[in-house]
């Protein structure tokens, strides 16, 4: 039963994408809402199966419960041998609520949103196939089981992002993000390939190499060196090169935002239960690794820091609803990478849970809105939607409060709790970095919210072509049922995680978790304070509820000065010419060069054009494809024309006149009695 409960829970989403897949190759199309209807229902049956095995994983006696299944032996060399297992564990199992739960609202929603488009089959096959490969991901019980399933979510990504493959920028989306996944991709088949490298003289007969050969060959890892350094430690970098770019962290982040070219559906899948949450599930597996790796540790802290805090100042002043969205994502991303960078594990998965609720309703929102109004993302142009879609407002209107922290809301729980542990782990400029970054997430969001749903609307009524809350009746119900329904957990997600000081026991997010982690922070020189055992440190208490009440001061602020400055219809107006005046080049002296940066994304993209791209096109240009032109093609078409030559001239030999065929073979043998006539009286 077990074991058959896993497999389908892996199995059910790829039959479901392979019968759409099929379907379409050979050119049958089921009806529209048919096609909806049946990949929503697998993906809800995968839901309930991922339930059930929480509950039976639940059930078992162990503090730190397990289920494995076996499927068969995957590769086998000597004493090397892997094998193509799942695992259940309770990050497993958190991970598959997580996935499962909020694709199969984005596949009930889809029905929705993309009704009309002819390449709906298409599409939600695709939707089941990104499903199918995040779970392989999560379940995989090794890392060649992983990376298989880490493939799998990219090219399920590229699938998705150039789904609208007629329009060109869209393509180039999706190209971008499959390419920029690719250094990633090198980094983490680098990192693994270590591990192996350095394992596999250790490994006994029939013994595979899965995540606990390789937590109990650590003492073998940390004595082998790779130039010099530790094997632990190069393996831990070269993964967290995969992880950056998987999870959108700078410089490998600039494809998160374009990859907005997608259906709003896919971008709430995205960001918030598959390709961008997979990297830091990786960091997450391998915390073992990463305890016994603090120089790399604290380089992906380092990093997480950055990120949070660049990524949160672009996002002050897009105006792209989705831009802003995919922005916060690589912020909030930032703010998971700072807690599992300085070993609370427990606190970056929990973070890491409440933004997928409350990113997924932000999307499905969005979604809403750019439908309402005809296709236009741009927040200058709406205002005044509450009015209109009142459902939709209330929704994002609890996604918002989420994220910014507010207090009772999830992101409050989880938010804080990540930048207490880093403050308990005395990394002071991290945690001002972090800090920070609330304050412009509360600016930006807030600003987003006034522009969108208050004040009057800055356009013509005429453009509201469109209601999801309205007709047809069926559309209403697919498309607000599931915002919803992430709207409660995005606001009650964050009671499972009550912070320490408020009830003087664990929450029961970490009493799930944190004995897996326990025993790789066993040696942690903060291990106290990340197991939640604040109970030793009385002093801790008092500077966990400051810690609190500084990043809830802040929040506040920022939302302040957003109502101040676009809360209005009239202030609004006034605000977004002041930001129209501030983008024209030339305008506003130091200020409007320092906007311009901002909203130029730090120019980035423009810096990788200038230093990469173009450098790689004026060689391929200039370099090698003359080399290319005049030796590699002159070499292939001179065995071309050789041939050519050789072959018309035994063509005179092939007449198909069966006279010339006799005659020649008359002349062949006779010239051949002649030769052994003279080669005889010679000798």
């Known amino acids: 039963m077990k074991t058959n409960l896993l497999l389908w829970i892996l199995l059910l989403p790829m039959f479901g994408s392979a019968f759409h897949g099929i379907l379409l190759l050979f050119g049958k199309k089921l009806p529209r809402e048919t096609t909806g209807t049946i990949t929503s229902l697998i993906s809800i049956g995968t839901f309930v199966a991922s339930v059930l095995a ?6 078992l006696p162990s503090r730190t419960p397990q289920l494995r299944t076996p499927l068969y032996t995957w590769l086998q060399v000597g004493s090397f041998q892997v094998d193509l297992t799942l695992l259940l564990d309770p990050l497993s199992a958190m991970m598959l609520l997580i996935i499962t739960g909020i694709s199969s609202l984005v596949h009930i929603y889809s029905i929705g949103y993309m009704r009309g488009d002819p390449g709906s089959q298409r599409y939600f096959s695709y939707l089941n196939l990104s499903l199918f490969a995040m779970l392989l991901l999560v379940l995989g019980d090794s890392p060649v089981t992983m990376l298989i399933g880490w493939q799998g979510v990219g090219l399920s990504s590229f699938l998705l992002i150039g789904f609208w493959f007629e329009d060109r920028e869209r393509t180039k989306a999706g190209m971008k993000a499959f390419l920029v996944n690719r250094i990633g991709d090198l980094g983490l088949s680098i990192g ?10 250790h490994l006994q007969a029939g013994e595979s190499l899965s995540f606990a050969t390789i937590r109990n060959d650590m003492r073998v890892l940390q004595d082998t060196l790779i130039f010099g350094l530790s094997a632990v430690e190069v393996s831990a970098f070269c993964l967290f090169i995969g992880v950056m770019a998987k999870s959108a962290q700078i410089p490998l982040h600039i494809w998160l935002p374009d990859a ?3 259906p709003t559906p896919v971008s709430a899948l995205i960001h918030a239960s598959t390709t961008v949450i997979g990297g830091v599930y990786v960091v997450v597996r391998f915390h073992f690794l990463y305890s016994a790796a603090p120089a790399t540790a604290h380089f992906l802290a380092g990093v997480g820091a950055l990120t949070a805090f ?33 070993g609370a594990y427990s606190a970056g998965v929990f973070h890491l849970a409440t933004h997928a609720f409350f990113k997924a309703l932000l999307f499905l929102g969005a979604g809403s809105v750019i439908l309402s109004m005809n296709h236009e993302q741009d927040i200058r142009k709406m205002g005044g939607l509450f009015r209109y879609m009142k459902v939709t407002g209330f929704a994002f209107l609890v996604g918002t409060l989420a994220m910014v922290g507010f207090p009772g809301f999830s992101g409050f729980f989880s938010q804080n709790k990540v930048l207490w542990k880093v403050f308990a782990t005395q990394h002071p400029v991290i945690w001002v970095m972090g800090t920070l970054s609330v304050l412009m997430t509360a600016f930006y969001m807030t600003r987003m919210f006034c522009l969108v749903f208050l ?13 999801p809350e309205g007709k047809p009746q069926e559309t209403k119900s697919v498309m607000t049922i599931p915002m919803l329904i992430l709207a409660v957990f995005s606001a009650i997600g964050g009671l499972v995680g009550i912070p320490y000081f408020l009830t003087y026991k664990n929450s029961v997010f ?17 291990a106290k304070e990340l197991v939640g055992q604040a109970s030793q440190h009385s002093h801790l208490l008092f500077g966990e509820g400051a810690a609190m009440g500084i990043t809830v001061l802040l929040m506040l602020i920022g939302i302040g000065v957003a109502f101040l400055l676009y809360m209005g219809t009239a202030q609004a107006r006034q605000s977004i010419e002041r930001e129209t005046r501030l983008q024209q080049p030339n305008t506003g002296g130091v200020l409007g060069r320092a906007y311009r940066m901002v909203y130029n994304a730090f120019y980035l993209d423009k810096l990788y054009e200038a230093a990469i791209i173009r450098p790689i096109l004026q060689l391929s240009r200039d370099g090698l494809w003359p080399f290319d032109q005049f030796v590699v093609d002159g070499i292939v078409n001179l065995t071309s024309r050789l041939t050519q030559k050789w072959s018309r001239a035994l063509s005179w030999w092939q007449t198909g006149y069966l006279k010339v065929y006799l005659f020649s ?11 052994f006539m003279v080669t005889g009286t010679s000798q």
């Open 192 to 201: 693994i390939f270590i591990l192996f490298w350095g394992i596999y003289p």
């Open 455 to 467: 004040g009057e609307l800055r356009t013509s009524p005429d453009a509201l072509v469109h209601f």
């Open 260 to 262: 907005v070219a997608a």
């Open 665 to 675: 073979m008359a002349v062949g043998l006779i010239s051949l009695l002649v030769w």
């Open 54 to 59: 929480f509950f039976m994983l639940q059930g």
């Open 510 to 526: 970490d009493f799930w978790l944190m004995p897996l982690f326990a025993k790789g922070l066993a040696n942690h020189p903060h």
């Open 310 to 342: 660049f990524a949160a100042c672009i996002g002050l002043f897009q105006n792209d609803i989705k831009k802003i969205l995919a922005y916060s994502t690589i912020s909030q991303l930032g703010l998971v990478s700072i807690g599992i960078g300085v």
